[in-house]
């Protein structure tokens, strides 16, 4: 049976596997560990996922991921091929170091982010190679209980959940995971598709996701986005060098909002409206969080450019 292919759309969260080829050793000493997570931190600057939890076994690792632009296939066939030529040359060894597909299953942050944290911090303990979290260094673990230079582990959202005080939010966290030393496997993953850990909800609403970015690869770059611009500037009388200046005015900023949203529609990503409109990226990405309350308008102007 062919397997199913991996889902993938901006913003998708996933708890990934990866071990070793027949489950060998993909870590033999602390120089690897190390070697692993400089690599890891790497890729995370330049394709600006957020990380929320690692654990690094002597055979597997497990990492827990929340994507951006780029997708997570991307992203883990850069870390991979990385550690791979690094251990290869160390060890005087060829081919593939990493099990042919990894482990990535995408899952309902809502409602698993703590439970999947607790379930890869407390991976050591259960596989005896220590007996408490805080006794294992390579994970992710120490991130959350004690402040840490240049962590590469986005924690604030987490101790937030906690409390807004860090200190406090530390500790509970803590007493978190000690709670939690009897959690197994099957305790989280109740799942009818293996690719997804959520309810029916979530999974009516990452299959309609999914069927957008399909759709949206169909059509990516079916119009330039001069002639988006344009097409809003015959409809709303509002032009490109407007959108490109300075000015506050409502009109002109629904009019950025819009180009945003139909080039995004579009294949566009949020970089490349940000240039062409001569604006920061955080200002489109804040944009496009608006884009339910503007169907009637982005279909009016999708729907003009099919005409022409």
């Not at 407007?242 to 579009?266: C, H, N, P, W």
Request: proline share 1%.
């Amino acid at each position: 049976m062919a397997r199913k292919p991996r889902i993938e759309y901006e913003g998708a969260f996933y708890h990934v596997i990866t071990r070793g080829n027949q489950r060998q050793k993909i870590f033999k000493g602390e120089i690897d560990y190390k070697k692993y997570l400089e690599i890891l931190s790497r890729y995370k600057s330049q394709y600006k996922f957020f990380l929320y939890s690692y654990a690094l076994m002597n055979n597997h690792v497990h990492l827990l991921v929340e994507t951006q632009e780029i997708p997570l296939s991307k992203i883990l066939q850069g870390i991979n091929q990385s550690y791979t030529m690094y251990f290869n040359k160390r060890y005087k060894t060829v081919g593939h170091l990493f099990q042919g597909r990894y482990k990535a299953i995408l899952c309902d942050k809502n409602t698993y982010l703590l439970s999947l944290i607790k379930y890869i911090h407390l991976n050591p303990v259960r596989a005896k190679a220590a007996k408490v979290s805080e006794e294992y260094k390579w994970s992710s673990h120490f991130n959350y209980v004690e402040r840490v230079k240049g962590s590469i582990v986005d924690i604030d959202q987490v101790l937030r959940m906690f409390s807004e005080d860090k200190a406090q939010a530390r500790k509970l966290y803590g007493a978190y995971i000690a709670d939690g030393i009897s959690i197994k496997k099957e305790d989280i993953y109740r799942t009818v598709d293996q690719r997804i850990l959520g309810d029916e909800g979530f999974v009516e609403k990452v299959t309609e996701k999914t069927e957008e970015s399909i759709e949206c690869k169909k059509k990516k770059h079916e119009y330039s986005l001069e002639k988006i611009a344009k097409k809003i500037e015959q409809i709303f009388g509002i032009t490109l060098r407007q959108l490109r200046e300075k000015s506050k005015d409502r009109e002109i900023t629904t009019g950025r909002k819009l180009m945003s949203f139909v080039a995004k529609e579009y294949g566009y990503k949020g970089k490349e409206i940000a240039k062409y409109m001569r604006k920061d990226p955080v200002v489109v990405t804040r944009y496009l969080k608006e884009r339910n309350n503007f169907s009637e308008e982005v279909e009016k102007i999708c729907s003009s450019l099919r005409k022409n």
